[in-house]
């Protein structure tokens, strides 16, 4: 039989799972279900929340830049999410998911090679290589503000 504290504990999958994040911070496990959880229920703020910690505490990080990817694209922020894309790409080539989320991502915004004219003083680049150094300045932007996210 479950104890009054059990019951609480067990009442619905955010508890049980902030639960153990409370007894074992540096749970993966856990936090990865937490989000989950929270994805569940449209949390998603609280949900970027658990997998930027599990991203943190992961050796294997492609997964997680993808999944804050989608995350963030599905709150909206398309912007926050194509770089987060881009790096799951950098880590693991040709990765599908992010293979994907990153043409969709693209389209969304609209980006084109007119879209990132080269910085003054500096020659435009070769047919075809401006999105991707658009794409790789952006990375290199947003791992220089998120610098725990390396």
Not at 18 to 30: G, I, K, W, Y
Not at 63 to 86: C, E, K, M, N
Not at 114 to 136: D, E, H, S
Request: glycine letters at 6%; hydrophobic letters at 45%; charged letters at 20%.
């Amino acid at each position: 039989m479950l104890t009054a504290q059990q019951v609480r504990v067990w009442r619905d999958s955010v508890a049980l799972w902030s639960h153990a994040v409370a007894l074992e911070p540096v749970n993966r496990f856990a936090r990865m279900n937490l989000g989950g959880a929270y994805v569940e229920q449209g949390r998603m703020p609280e949900a970027i929340v658990q997998y930027r910690e599990v991203l943190r505490l992961s050796r294997d990080k492609a997964p997680w830049f993808a999944v804050l990817g989608w995350l963030y694209a599905r709150s909206g922020l398309v912007s926050d999410a194509l770089p987060l894309f881009v790096e799951a790409l950098r880590l693991e080539p040709g990765r599908p998911d992010a293979c994907t989320n990153v043409r969709e991502a693209v389209a969304v915004l609209g980006l084109t090679e007119r879209a990132f004219p080269p910085p003054p003083g500096q020659a435009a680049p070769a047919q075809g290589q401006g999105l991707q150094a658009a794409m790789n300045q952006m990375i290199n932007t947003w791992l220089q503000d998120n610098p725990n996210m390396r």
